[in-house]
Structure formats: structure tokens, C-alpha cells
């Protein structure tokens, strides 16, 4: 099936959008963007992700595309129009482009470019991978130090990706001055005992809007949640592992760097929060 995808206004089969080559988010990675994932055709913490966004914006001094309400809509359609029901929904804004290729921004009046298209992906949420957990390598942590801005500079995590598979592994952890940062497209934890250890926020990592829910249901199931900075042999000396984002959810990590995790089977902990943080999205869905 041909996707119908969303650029600028209109609804266009995939085939059919375009984008200038002159366009900044291509020249300059000047763009940022937001992954919002869909269960039972319905949008999970669409309110997180459109505040975030407009954080974005604001940080790097770009033109919001259209109000929340807009882009609500637009989300919905699209789901629809392209018959979702698992999946995720991309959405990227650029600065635009004035016809030329220049490091100065072109002028405010310059329109952004706005982008949406959706990712069928039936049995996201009952995962085969997460059944039997990731396993990760670390990696040093090379990325620009505004991380909290969820810009489209993403071929670093692209790397750190193929590091990890070139190593016959799923994802890659990023250390930072001996600390854990994050994951190539997640936030990482660990679980000692009762505790789940993860970074705090600052501008050296994306504030996930699965990490805040996660946080949040984990305090209210009882559990205790350290926020501080971690060493990767602590998290390889851990009972478990897992990482959140909007694309994996709660996605539990049974190797670190070839040590094995506790009996290298999910644990208990992310198995729980993967759970719950499924059933709590679905009913809390739009
Ligand atoms: N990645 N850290 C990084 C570096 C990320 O790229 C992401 C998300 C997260 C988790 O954020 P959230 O819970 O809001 O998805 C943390 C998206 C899913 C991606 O690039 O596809």
C-alpha cells in the first residue's frame, strides 16, 4: 500500500511529496523532529511529545509550523488515511529554505517545512525483541552538547547502531566523561534491589517522554527511583536493564558489553514496567 504522507499543507502519496534540495533540514540537519507511537489507532502522550517539540523549536529559534490543535489533527489523519492501528508517526520541522545554500538562517519570514508520515508496525507492543531483551555494547559519546533538543543530527546514533550489529548486538550505550549518557534512541536504567538508577536531565540527554511516564508509574507502583549519574560497570554489575522510548516502550537489556544480565532473561522490574506502561498509555490513548 502506498502511504499517504503529509508535507506543507497537503496530503500526497509517498510517491508524489517533495521537499527543496535546498531545504535546511537536507543541507544543514537544521530541523527537529518527534516520534510518536500509535496503539489501538490511537496517539500515546501526544501532549508530551507536541510540548517537547515546541521546546525544540523555541531553543533553536525556529517558526512553529501550526498550533497543537493542527498538528493533532494532522497526526490523526494521517493514522487513519494510512488505517493504523500499531505503529509510529514521524514528524520533522525544518527552518525551510530561501532558495540557496547559506550557514546564516535565512529570514524569520522564511516558512517552515513541515513533514509527517506514519510506520505501519503491527506487533509493536506484544515485541518478539522484547521478549528476549537487547543486548548493548558502549560506545564513547561523540554527539554536540545540546542532546535535550531533539534534532534530526542523528548519523552518530546511526553509527553507534552498526557498532552494535557489527558486534552481533542491538543497540549501543553512549559514555561521557566515565558515565553512562544514553542510549543511541533511548534513555538507559538499571535496577539494583527495588532501585532503578537512571540519568538526570540536563543538556546532555533527550528528555523522553516515555522516561517521565515510566518515572512516574514506577513511583507509583512502589518503586524506588534514583536519578544520578552511573558508571556502565555499575549498570553491568546490575540485576537488570532497560531502556524507554517511543518507539520500544519499556525494551529490557540482558547484555552489557558480552557481561550477562542476572540469568540474561528479561527481569522482573522492566518486565512489570512494560506492562504497565502499555496498559496505562492505551487507556490514556487519543
Ligand atoms: N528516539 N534519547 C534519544 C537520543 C532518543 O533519540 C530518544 C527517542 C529517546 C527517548 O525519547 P522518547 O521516550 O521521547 O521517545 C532518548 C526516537 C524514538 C527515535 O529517534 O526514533
Not at 508524489?16 to 507511537?37: N, P, Q
Not at 538499571?190 to 540536563?202: A, D, M, W
Not at 525494551?251 to 540474561?264: A, F, H, N, R, S
Amino acid at each position: 500500500m502506498t502511504r499517504t504522507v503529509y508535507v506543507n499543507g497537503e496530503y500526497l502519496p509517498e510517491t508524489e511529496a517533495k521537499v527543496s534540495i535546498f531545504d535546511r533540514g537536507f543541507l544543514f540537519a537544521d530541523a527537529v523532529y518527534e516520534v510518536t507511537s500509535i496503539l489501538d489507532g490511537k496517539l500515546i502522550d501526544f501532549e508530551g511529545h507536541a510540548v517537547r517539540l515546541d521546546r525544540s523549536l523555541k531553543e533553536l529559534d525556529m517558526a512553529s509550523p501550526c498550533t497543537k490543535d493542527e498538528l493533532l489533527e494532522i497526526h490523526r489523519k494521517l493514522v487513519e488515511l494510512n488505517a493504523i492501528e500499531e505503529g509510529l508517526v514521524y514528524l520533522q520541522v525544518s527552518r525551510g529554505s530561501d532558495g540557496d545554500r547559506d550557514f546564516v538562517f535565512p529570514s524569520a519570514d522564511t516558512k517552515p517545512t513541515l513533514v509527517l508520515f506514519t510506520q505501519n508496525k503491527p506487533g509493536l507492543a506484544d515485541s518478539a525483541a522484547a521478549k528476549k531483551g537487547a543486548k548493548v555494547i558502549s560506545i564513547e559519546d561523540i554527539r554536540w552538547g545540546r542532546r535535550d533538543i531533539k534534532t534530526v543530527q542523528l548519523l552518530y546514533p546511526s553509527m553507534g547502531k552498526m557498532m552494535a550489529k557489527a558486534a552481533g548486538c542491538d543497540d549501543a550505550w553512549l559514555i561521557e566523561d566515565g558515565h553512562v549518557t544514553e542510549g543511541t534512541s533511548n534513555n538507559a536504567y538499571f535496577v539494583k534491589g527495588n532501585t532503578i538508577v537512571t540519568r538526570p536531565l540536563s543538556k546532555d540527554i533527550l528528555h523522553g517522554i516515555t522516561r517521565k511516564a515510566v518515572l512516574r508509574m514506577a513511583e507509583e507502583a512502589q518503586m524506588k527511583v534514583e536519578e544520578r549519574l552511573f558508571t556502565i560497570d555499575e549498570a553491568k554489575e546490575a540485576d537488570e536493564a532497560f531502556t524507554t522510548s517511543a518507539s520500544a516502550f519499556v525494551m529490557p537489556v540482558v547484555e552489557i558489553d558480552g557481561q550477562q544480565l542476572g540469568d540474561g532473561t528479561p527481569g522482573p522490574i522492566s518486565k512489570r514496567l512494560r506492562e504497565i506502561y502499555l496498559e496505562e498509555s492505551r487507556a490514556a490513548a487519543i
